[in-house]
């Protein structure tokens, strides 16, 4: 059926159109498009296989949710659930069968999405029960607070999608994801009143649908787990009545803060940092951000043309990146904290200053932290090197050479204070206020102690600071991303590694059961 969106969206709103569609043309069950439930299509006989010994296993009386709007996630979290059946939970997967969170989808393809994701699900029953929310019916209205929550997570989606902070509400993109988010709230809001789960688990939990939800099930009092991966491999970061991508390490850090690094556990962390800099992920890291190897701090000196002066290192997030926003302390927005520190830089040519734009921002869409200062400071001034996302400098070469660090949320603070190097952080970083770290809660204090700070160079971290920064960094690098099967980024050559089999083995267990637990909601004990 070869028709026009316009022509779909009409024939969307009449039944049984799409379940002709699909009657007719995809009689094996497979979608030729880009929602494509792959994994599931390929792997569900052997999953019922290996679920097969654990299907007269007592369930242990705890109700799990998982909700995924997005076809990489929803294959992600049937296998989530399978695992936790495996171990015992009732679990219900809660889904919308988009394959894009930026652009419309008329209503005849959507529900042809749904036609071809309930089929694959449902021959996961008895061990899931997939659930629609296409098949749900709304409440009628949102209360007035959740209402309100919703709104502040589209404004978050189109801060992330535009990657720029200012957001005015007029934009495509804001009214698509208010329409969408307000949707999914309210048919959670529904479903959770009549089907109250104990857990409900969530990717992400910040932006689009998914914050939906999880906002929704907070705002019940349901408990809410998100989970998300960064670049280490088999491992998951997990939050527990938090959203996870804000790194809360308060109880690990209270657990830790008083311990002194093991000569193996030191060199396991220099390992792993070491790692970190280099262009080869390896068996530790699903992906890096490094596009130049180490040429050392000697050489990236000369090829900036850097002299003798001291070397202020501004390393930058990328703009509208999760890992940024809801994070402001005093500025308004990382966009102001950037043009401020930028106007006060330019008139210190006691310094050099390096701005160096995070390598992440090749793939991005929006614009550039360059323009932002381009557009305060036409002409930089001599002293102020901007190094590009896509131009060959490896970021640790400039970190050999710095003296200061003005960081507002990255990791790569963290990274400096390990080196000894004093860092002055602006935004709400998971390590700040760690005890090695210089912080600011308002423009005065923030500006007073950069001052202060510029005119103590070369005096570095103190030997205690340096130790707590790299107790610290064992702690976050090492110990709160939990170890976990399946990456999202290598679901299908992880699925081989660690089959649902193994995972739920002896030997798998040990590796995987308290983390899977934990997603489930059973407390994280540091």
Known sequence: MNLKS????LLGAVPLTAELDWALRYRDGRLDRRFRLHVLEEQTPRLLQEMAPHAAAP??????????????????????????????????????????????????????????????????????????????????????????????VTVFDTQYTLQREDVTGAEPIYRLRAERNQAAARLALAYFEKNRPDVVIVPNGMIQEYAAVYETARFLGIQAVTYEFGEHNHRTWIGQNRLVIHHITDELWEARKNRKLTPDQRRELEQFLTGRQGLTTGEQFAHLWQKAGREGGDKIRAALGLDSRPVVLLPTNVLGDSATLGLTVFSASMTEWLQRVIVFLANRPEVQVVVRIHPAETWTVGPSVAEIIHQTLPELPSHIRLIGSQEQVNTYDLMEIADLALVYTTTAGLEMATRGIPVLVSGR??????????????????????????????????EEQVAQAWNYAYAFFREYPRPFPWHLEKIGPDLEKYPLAHVLSPDGRAQFERTFRQMAGEPIVW
Do not use: M
């Not at 316009?6 to 969206?9: A, F, G, I, L, T």
């Not at 939970?89 to 393809?109: A, E, M």
């Not at 005119?455 to 971290?461: H, V």
């Open 59 to 152: 369930l242990n009386g705890k109700r799990v949710f998982f909700f995924a709007p997005w076809h990489y996630w929803i294959v992600h979290t049937a296998l989530c659930g399978l695992a936790l059946r495996g171990l015992g939970y009732d679990v219900t997967l809660g889904y919308l069968p988009y394959s894009d969170y930026d652009r419309p989808v008329n209503r005849f393809d959507l529900r042809l999405q749904n036609l071809y994701a309930r089929t694959l699900l449902r021959r996961l029953r008895p061990y899931l029960h997939p659930v629609s929310f296409l098949d749900l019916k709304p409440a009628p209205v949102l209360p007035e607070a959740l209402f309100y929550t919703v709104e502040r």
């Open 6 to 9: 316009p022509v779909k969206h």
């Open 429 to 462: 970083a998971h390590y700040r206020k760690k005890g090695f770290t210089l912080e600011a809660d308002s423009w005065e204090e923030y500006f007073a102690k950069l001052d202060a700070a510029l005119k103590s160079i070369p005096t570095r971290l103190s």
